[in-house]
């Protein structure tokens, strides 16, 4: 906020007013579909629940007809289905998607676990912290990597990903108890290289299709897509760990395990995107 007055200024050509119908139509559905599936699983499906789930699905549909019709009007939806409709686009918001969710859930079961395995809050938050700090390390040289690397950057990261998350189930099954935070730290450090080597380059393959004129609303559906995944990861790991009623050790090896899910897709779709060619543009 204090350096915000030297940041460059930009102003649209012309005033835009804000898509008021399919900005209520995306909440209620966000909404909707939030509580359906939280409360889901605690309600074993019952009709609230399934009301919930139809409302999300005809808001959101609803939604959609809607941002067509103001698109062909001439005006501005809030996202605009020509954009939604580019291939890379989508993919790359897909990604980004399965990515944040499989860290929001991994998160999620962390701690919850390794205080089970005798482990205090501080503790376990102190086990995260080379994973965090290795992330922010890395992520400052991320541009260097990719001057190098390309579009493969991304496909390094997410292999990383995915050896760290297997080394870190291989680790809990053999060196469960109150040291486990010490023993986890090889594989989260190797997970924070890879998680920061994935960041830059994903956030790219999303904006990078886009117009220059939309490139404040990519950036938009950017930080959408993450925060909805972030939020539906934690809502299917929970879902998953209320109806097997698994814990401590048995809870983190599901996190991981559908980490691994997701890193093994957002794998796939990297080398798809890669396939399609172009090369990830560097930044200085």
Known sequence: MVLA?????????????????GTAALALGILAASVALTFGPAWGW????????????????????????????????????????????????????????????????????????????????????PFAVVFAVVS?????????????????????????????????????????????????VVLGVGQALIFSPL???????????AAGLSGGMFSTAQQLALSFGVIVIGGVVSVTGVAARDELLAGLALDVVFALAVLILALVLRARGGRVPTTS
Request: aromatic share 6%; charged share 10%; net charge positive.
């Open 203 to 213: 956030t790219q393959l999303v904006v990078r299709e886009v117009p220059v004129e």
């Open 140 to 188: 400052l040289s991320v541009a260097r990597v990719q001057a190098r690397w390309g579009d493969a950057t991304l496909v390094l990261g997410v292999s990383l990903q995915i050896v760290a998350l297997i080394g870190m189930a291989g680790t809990l099954l053999v060196a469960w108890g109150p040291a486990i935070g010490l023993w986890l730290q090889p594989a989260l």
């Open 5 to 21: 007055p030297l940041a460059p200024r930009s102003r649209a050509h012309e005033h835009v007013a804000i898509d008021l119908v």
């Open 46 to 129: 019952s009709w609230p629940v399934l009301v919930a789930l139809a409302v999300a699905v005809v808001a959101l549909i609803g939604m959609w007809w809607h941002q067509d019709a103001v698109e062909r009007s001439g005006r501005t939806p809030l996202l605009p289905p020509s954009l939604l409709r580019l291939r890379p686009l989508q993919l790359g918001l897909l990604a980004a998607a399965l990515f944040f969710a499989g860290y929001s859930a991994l998160l999620y079961v962390f701690p919850r676990a390794v205080e089970a395995g005798g482990l205090t809050s501080l503790q376990a938050g102190m086990a995260l912290l």
